[in-house]
């Protein structure tokens, strides 16, 4: 009697339907992967391995596999979104004292209230990855620190200049330099340096043709500065810093980097704010500053202090690493996310809110940082989208509910069949 092979055809098209409209109704679901019942048929064994019947006695469901193939990216507006594109999977872990990973290709994430970054599901799973600069080591739970960065105080002064050749020369031994006098000197030029709580400080610097000192083929210029509109020094006639001195081409031969302001000055109460220190003396370098017959112009100018910073935003790069803006517009690295691959992929099991588990068979996780290997690219503000494809999905449906038509005929004649064997007489 074929109603055993009937039947199971009934099962097995029942659960390719059921897997089809698995697909259907994730269709939408980000990271989701389709799916595919895949069957095999079944023979009756007999003893002695003889006698076997070539008649099968159905079909079996030998499995149902998922096809991790990449679905389309799409950006979005959330900065926390993140796609894969290419191989690898983002770790999970369930909760923070429960370590046992979990692996997803969705990248819809937030924070909690503690800066954790946790996919949307109803407990919400953890990211993990590496946190700082370090790359490598036990996985954590990546939290975002909103802590401020302290302050830098300012040790060097980076000016570079054009000093016009073609102004008139004033001579600081007969008309003294003073910074509420235009007239005792040719150009000025401004900065703000820091203290090593982060206190900012106006530094003007002067510039004074000098023509006492000069020859027919150098031309040397002093340098003199306030500080909060202060003379440096505070006691006495304000006090040259240094002389630059330029040769015929304009090129700077000397006192390129020799001037600075002292640290025992710099501390005293005239300069610095309480509490506050300066640890060093603040250098002056004027490398690349030149002579010619243009007009004075400052060409660049910066030093390497920094006010205290507060993170104001951040930012997943292609390779994974999380970095932070600070109001002082520096920026650290808050952390790494990882990537984990297997040799095995469908060897993986689903647990449900777009999460699964390795098996054996999924072989060992290989973890590493993306853009590297056989890792994929992670790409910010954008979400992978199923790889379902619902012209197809409807297509398998309608041959899945032919297939059940089918078995069911076999069931419905198998029963005429029988029907007359019982009516003979």
Do not use: C, H
Not at 127 to 144: F, N
Not at 199 to 223: F, G, L, M, P
Not at 315 to 324: A, C, Q, R, Y
């Amino acid at each position: 009697m074929s109603f055993q092979q009937g039947l199971s055809g009934l099962a097995g098209a029942s659960k390719s339907l059921d897997v089809i409209g698995n697909n259907v109704a994730n269709a939408s679901t980000v990271g989701f992967k389709s799916a595919q019942a895949q069957f095999a048929d079944m023979y009756a064994n007999s003893m002695n391995r003889s006698g076997n019947s070539p008649v099968g006695i159905g079909v079996a469901v030998a499995n149902v596999q998922q096809a991790f193939t990449q679905g389309n990216v799409t950006t979005t507006n959330n900065p926390l979104d993140i796609a894969i594109n290419g191989d690898g999977f983002f770790r999970m872990q369930g909760s923070l004292t429960d370590q046992s990973p979990m692996y997803a290709r969705n990248g819809q994430f937030q924070l909690d209230k503690s800066g954790y970054i946790i996919n949307p599901s109803e407990k919400g799973a953890y990211l993990t990855g590496w946190l700082g600069t370090v790359v490598g080591g036990d996985p954590v739970p990546l939290q975002i620190d909103t802590s401020n960065i302290p302050a830098t105080a300012t040790t060097l002064i980076n000016t570079k200049l054009n000093l016009d050749s073609r102004l008139t020369s004033i001579d600081p031994a007969v008309t003294p330099f003073s910074p509420t006098n235009a007239a005792s000197y040719n150009s000025t030029t401004g900065v703000t340096m820091y203290d090593s709580l982060g206190n900012s400080y106006n530094v003007q610097t002067y510039y004074v043709k000098n023509k006492a000192t000069s020859t027919a083929t150098t031309t040397d210029w002093d340098v003199y500065a306030t500080i909060n509109n202060t003379t440096y020094p505070v006691a006495g006639a304000p006090v040259k810093l240094d002389t630059l001195t330029f040769n015929s081409s304009g090129v700077l031969t000397a006192g390129a980097t020799g001037s600075a302001f002292t640290a025992a000055i710099l501390n005293g109460p005239a300069f610095v704010q309480p509490g506050a220190t300066f640890p060093a003396n603040v250098a002056l370098d004027y490398t690349g500053t030149t002579q010619t017959g243009q007009a004075f112009t400052p060409v660049a100018q910066d030093q390497n202090g920094k006010a205290p910073g507060v993170l104001s935003s951040f930012s997943i790069g292609k390779d994974g690493s999380i970095v932070g803006s600070y109001s002082n517009n520096d920026t650290k690295v808050l952390g790494q996310v990882l990537l984990v691959n297997f040799a095995n992929p469908n060897g993986l099991s689903p647990l449900g809110n777009n999460l699964y588990t390795a098996t054996a068979d999924a072989g060992q996780p290989l973890v590493g940082k993306p853009t590297t290997g056989q890792f994929g690219v992670l790409q910010a503000r954008a979400v992978e989208d199923s790889n379902v494809d619902l012209t197809t999905e409807l297509v398998n449906m309608i041959v899945a509910q032919r297939v059940y038509q089918a078995n069911s005929q076999t069931i419905k004649v198998q029963d005429t069949v029988l029907q007359t064997l019982v009516s003979l007489r």
